[in-house]
């Protein structure tokens, strides 16, 4: 078995070029841009929806006042999760490194924290169209073609029954089933997307730019109006390089989206020196929720191609 000194001997001799390609460009924080932040003081969350009356019933004169009830939802919950690493390094090898690459605790620990938090973020989005780990206020998937409400039996979807690839056609039927949300009673509410996520994939990105810019309509050899470019003005346009399918794009509407990121304790770096085995040793910890309960902020489509 090699030792330490032997994993790293190659930092003990001199002649290496300075450029040890330990970094890159990073892309800008992501999760932040599709999941509202805050932080929470307990391990868990909890929450709920009331829907009061939503009509009025026509009565004649000295008839007495019908009374409906005022409903309470199921209650959703989330707990925290603890996410923990670190490294070690030997003081030998330490001694021996000739040019002080190796231990880099800060550098390396924030970087493995903030991709930790962005995949641990867009696990929601790759979850969204199955709600295996994440599920909303009715138990079901943050995507959903039958979303139910406290106080009525009728339903509202924000994915379309039959996925739809990234095109007019697709901005046009998410745009359809933003206009046709409901209430916790069934009745209509106004919607209003103004973010587009996409996966970071360039033939999206192109698609997303002709769709949204072109003043005709593109793919298309009819000289009509785009009328995408005139309903659909996003103020933010996400590209997210963490999505495992990148065929798959959603419609948020900032005012509405219930999906958050709240952090329980903010991720904090130790360091200390072992003498028993002679070694300097970092660590990082941190604890977070991911949750939503109300979906109605968001609407998506996962084609394959």
Known sequence: MSTMIQKHRLLARPGLVKDFRDSYQDW?????????????????????????????????ELEPVTYFPVKTGPKVSAV????RGGYSLSKESIDDDGYGKLNQGAKWLARAARLTKEYAATA??????????????????????AHTGINTNTTWANRPSTAVSHSVAGFTNLMDLARKVKDENGDPIVVTPDTLMIGNDQGQVNKAMQILESSLEPFTANNQDNPIKRNFKPTRIIVNPYMTNTYHYFLLSSKLNDAWF?????VNMTD???PEVRASKVAAAG???????????????NPSA
């Open 80 to 83: 925290d999760k603890t996410y």
């Open 262 to 266: 709240l952090n329980r304790e903010a």
């Open 272 to 274: 200390w020196y072992d």
């Open 28 to 60: 800008d924080e992501i999760y932040s841009q599709f999941l509202k932040v805050g932080s929470h003081d307990k391990p868990e969350i909890h929450g709920t929806t009331i829907a009061g009356p939503n009509r009025l019933v026509q009565t004649r």
């Open 124 to 145: 929601l989005v790759d979850d969204a169209f199955n709600g295996t780990f994440f599920k909303g206020q009715d138990n079901l998937a943050l995507m959903s073609t």
């Open 287 to 301: 604890r977070w929720i991911i949750w939503f309960r109300d979906p109605r902020g968001w609407f998506g489509t």
